[in-house]
């Protein structure tokens, strides 16, 4: 049976070493890289890992030192403004828009987070 002061003792101790504890983490910053597109992710795989493999050319993975945080619309590009705000309210580092329609939602949507229009090697 653990008596009262036993109890008191380890709080105590469990209190002193609770600072050298939290002392070695720190709060570190991800980028959150914005990525929005019609479709789904299965039928825009290729790209969503195209920019995952760019990204790690860079030093960057995804979900370690990055994050990718992308909306899809399906087939309505009249909802990219709202999925464009999302993005800008969860504070996206920057956006990658994959067609004219997303990347107009995005700038309208910010004036301060960085827009990148996703290249086709196919289309310019």
């Known amino acids: 049976m653990t008596t009262r002061r036993e109890l008191l003792l ?3 101790a469990s209190a002193l070493t609770w600072p050298l504890a939290t002392h070695g983490q720190q709060c570190v910053n991800v980028p959150h ?13 290729a790209f969503i890992n195209a ?5 790690r050319e860079l030093g960057y993975v995804d ?6 945080d992308a909306r899809w619309v399906g087939d ?19 956006i990658v828009g994959t067609c004219i329609p997303s990347t ?8 301060t987070i960085p827009i990148v229009k996703r290249s086709d090697p196919l289309n310019g």
């Open 63 to 68: 979900g370690r030192n990055i994050v990718i």
């Open 33 to 45: 890289v914005g990525y929005l597109s019609t479709g789904s992710p299965r039928s825009n795989a």
């Open 104 to 111: 107009r939602a995005a700038k309208a949507a910010t004036q």
């Open 10 to 12: 380890g709080f105590g």
């Open 76 to 94: 309505s590009p009249a909802d990219f403004p709202e999925a464009a705000a999302s993005l800008v309210k969860g504070k996206a580092s920057a």
């Open 51 to 55: 920019l995952r493999d760019g990204l």
